[in-house]
């Protein structure tokens, strides 16, 4: 396990002697021990009760040891804090009380209670950081503006996520309003995660991929710069952008984001090769290996670090998140494997 400064030397693209390991999302869904708790609680009730959040962000690290926790939370805490409400349907997927589908829906929407109604989240950092101590970082995260605003106009979960596409060309004006009540919001609640004790901060656009090329800038980017801007450096900012690179390469490093994170269908030593020295990359191996066995899992992790070496700057992790089917034994051979290469 490397010290929490080391993992933050990577993000900020210094060279490290191996690259530092975490799981996107929580890795502890695949655990026994988190679903002992979740048989108890609630996924929403385990986010919203500090000591509970605490247990389930430590669970992963005890038992794999990662350079990195990430905090056990929700990217819809920011749209419940707001005023709109998620749970989760009984058929599965996300439920919100309501979509945000008009210009009313908008102006209800609230940007001055973030830090009181998000406090359970600044409360569970402290009990996280002392559990971890100094040998592991720990990372705070926020969906971003553009993912949020598709999630809040579908009301959850959908088969197409088209309204947030329909709104930017119809009613921009609606449009820029939304973007801006989101990304005040999530600026404030990262500015209170790093004010707590994270050691970095992670964006997270899962539905960058659904925008042309032509207005990646304007409905994504623009909004992840204002949000890295108004943290002022303080922690390295990662931002991931699923099914957006390498085409928008340029508008991500132009967020100035300190690493730029790359789902499994990038090429990544092209990619680090690509952007600046001080500008690190994450990722960014196929989650589906942890659905097949260990030796495969801890081959396909070893060629990624081959095909790494010699270049900086390289946080390793999945190309997205850890499924909940994803097997115990390929999670350790992939975990083991970044350990001891050499």
């Known amino acids: 396990m490397i010290p929490r400064d ?111 109604r998000l406090r359970y989240v600044a409360d569970a950092i402290p009990l996280i950081r002392e559990g971890l101590g100094e040998k592991t970082a720990l990372i705070g995260f926020a969906g971003a503006p553009w993912t949020l605003a598709n999630y809040m106009m579908e009301g959850g979960s959908a088969r197409e996520f088209d309204a947030a596409r329909t709104l930017f060309y119809t009613e921009p004006a609606v449009f820029h309003r939304l973007m801006e009540k989101i990304t005040a919001s999530v600026t404030e609640y990262l500015r209170m995660q790093i004010e707590a004790g994270v050691d970095a901060v992670q964006i997270f656009d899962t539905q960058a991929g659904v925008l042309p090329l032509r207005i990646f800038e304007e409905a994504s980017a623009r909004w992840i710069e204002e949000i890295v801007a108004g943290l002022d450096g303080d922690v390295p900012v990662i931002v991931f952008s699923k099914g957006s690179l390498p085409q928008n390469r340029g508008a991500l490093e132009k967020t100035g984001a300190d690493v730029i994170s790359a789902d499994w269908t990038v090429d990544l030593p092209a990619l680090r090769r690509s952007l600046p020295e001080n500008v690190a990359v994450q990722g960014n191996l196929d989650p589906v290996f942890l659905r097949t066995n260990p030796h495969v899992a801890a081959e396909e992790t070893r060629r990624l670090l081959e095909s790494m070496r010699g270049l900086h700057g390289h946080v390793f992790n999945l190309g997205h998140g850890v499924t909940p089917a994803s097997q115990i034994d390929c999670i350790e051979a992939v975990a083991q494997t970044v350990q001891t290469f050499a």
């Open 6 to 116: 080391r993992f933050v030397r990577a993000c900020r693209s210094l060279e490290v002697d191996r690259p530092p390991l975490w799981m996107m999302r929580q890795a502890g869904r695949s655990l026994p021990e988190y679903r002992a708790v979740k048989e108890k609680h609630s996924f929403v009730e385990i986010v919203q009760t500090p000591e509970l959040a605490t247990e389930v962000t430590l669970q992963p690290i005890r038992r794999f040891g990662f350079d990195a926790a990430i905090l056990f939370s929700d990217i819809l805490v920011i749209s419940e804090a707001m005023g709109q409400p998620y749970g989760f349907a009984d058929t599965g997927g996300i439920k919100m009380d309501f979509k945000v589908a008009s210009t009313s829906d908008v102006d209800r929407l609230e940007t001055g209670c973030i830090r009181d």
